[in-house]
């Protein structure tokens, strides 16, 4: 049975500070996915086997090294396995900077411990080389087969890592030092939060910031690159204060998690809820024959079903109910979390909710 849980986020103070390096960051400023396909050798016998594509990597890849192999003869792949390789490139990387990859098997192989990646290039969405990945997996995951198929597997011994396996080969042009002005995006459109930013930006530094939208914020800057990276260091560090944000009720319909914002209000409205209980109790009895019926015993069933339907008891809701009214209420009513989120949609339809009521 899935146990339900209720948050209850805290109570909203009428505005609160922020760092801008908190709430946005500098176009340009991002990470770059890279993707790449190679092979692992060395494994126990967990490898992909027979697969096709597997054996031609394979090939390719000794090729590379002058080794080839004889036409109709296919290599036993058990200690090899093709994979998919991913990383993150991270803004301003430079040549020989190391990152960590994401190994993870793309064929039949049941395990990836203690293999060794082979040289794989890894590619950018532009096609484009990024960086080159090889060295030995550190698999979390292990499992076990027995025989006659019984087998457990721990964690997901079919994707590993490799801590610093690749190394960066070439850098990504940064629009950061090359633009007329810095652009600064907030992570969370928000009208009142892009005009609170770009008026803390002109009171510390004078009037070089413009809002350009709700999450876009054009800021004069010099065209020296140190002067650049003195001045967003400087605008990272500034104290924004905001208000409050929108209220909302999230709904997470898998786990029953109910979070509730400081800024939600419930319009007057009463609310009754009532629990309906079916109880089955079973019974078994024994028949005994007569002393000379000849018969035999027989254990007879007997199923008794009662129903009660607990006692409805309303709450009324005052006009702006804050978040302590309705924890109070739910409390008074005797809902558990998953009733809860009954008596939120109903208040929603109805009209008396007002907060945005996401499920996700």
């Known amino acids: 049975m899935i146990r339900l849980f209720l948050l209850l986020a805290l109570l909203a103070a009428p505005a609160h500070a922020e760092r801008i390096k908190d709430i946005a960051r500098f176009a340009g400023v991002r990470a770059n996915a890279l993707t790449g396909y190679g092979v692992v050798v060395g494994l126990s016998g967990t490898g992909d086997q027979n697969l096709e594509f597997t054996i031609q990597s394979l090939k390719s890849a000794t090729a590379r090294l002058g080794v080839l192999i004889p036409p109709g003869i296919a290599p036993q792949l058990k200690n090899a396995a093709a994979v998919m390789i991913t990383a993150e490139l991270p803004p301003f990387a430079k040549p020989g900077q190391r990152l960590d990859v994401t190994v993870s098997a793309l064929g039949q192989a049941k395990s990836l411990r203690g293999g060794t990646l082979l040289l794989a290039p890894m590619q950018g969405a532009d096609g484009e080389v990024y960086a080159l990945a090889q060295g030995n997996l550190a698999v979390g995951g292990f499992g076990a087969e027995g025989k006659d198929g019984s087998k457990i597997v721990v964690g997901t011994p079919s994707s590993g890592r490799i801590p610093g396996g690749a190394s960066v080969e070439r850098a990504v042009a940064s629009p950061?030092?090359?633009?007329a002005a810095l652009r600064l995006d907030l992570t969370e459109q928000d009208f009142s939060a892009a005009r609170a930013v770009t008026q803390t930006i002109n009171r510390a530094m004078g009037s070089i910031a413009t809002t350009d939208d709700a999450a876009t914020i054009s800021i004069r800057a010099p065209a020296d690159t140190a002067a650049r990276m003195a001045l967003a260091a400087q605008i990272e560090s500034l104290e924004v204060r905001l208000a409050p944000p929108a209220a909302r009720v999230i709904v997470n319909a898998r786990t029953g998690t109910v979070v509730i914002g400081g800024e939600v209000r419930i319009l007057p409205s009463a609310v009754a809820h009532g629990n309906l209980t079916v109880r089955i109790t079973e019974n078994q009895q024994a028949s005994q024959p007569g002393a000379f019926g000849g018969g035999r015993t027989a254990v007879t069933q007997q199923s008794t079903v009662e129903a009660a339907e607990a006692?409805?008891?309303?709450?009324?809701?005052?006009?702006?109910?804050?978040?302590?009214d309705i924890v109070d209420a739910v409390n008074a009513l005797g809902a558990a979390p998953g009733d809860l989120v009954a008596i939120l949609e109903a208040l929603k339809a109805a009209g008396a909710l007002r907060a945005e009521l996401v499920v996700i």
């Open 311 to 324: 006692p409805g008891r309303m709450q009324m809701f005052q006009p702006g109910a804050r978040l302590g």
């Open 176 to 179: 950061f030092a090359g633009d």
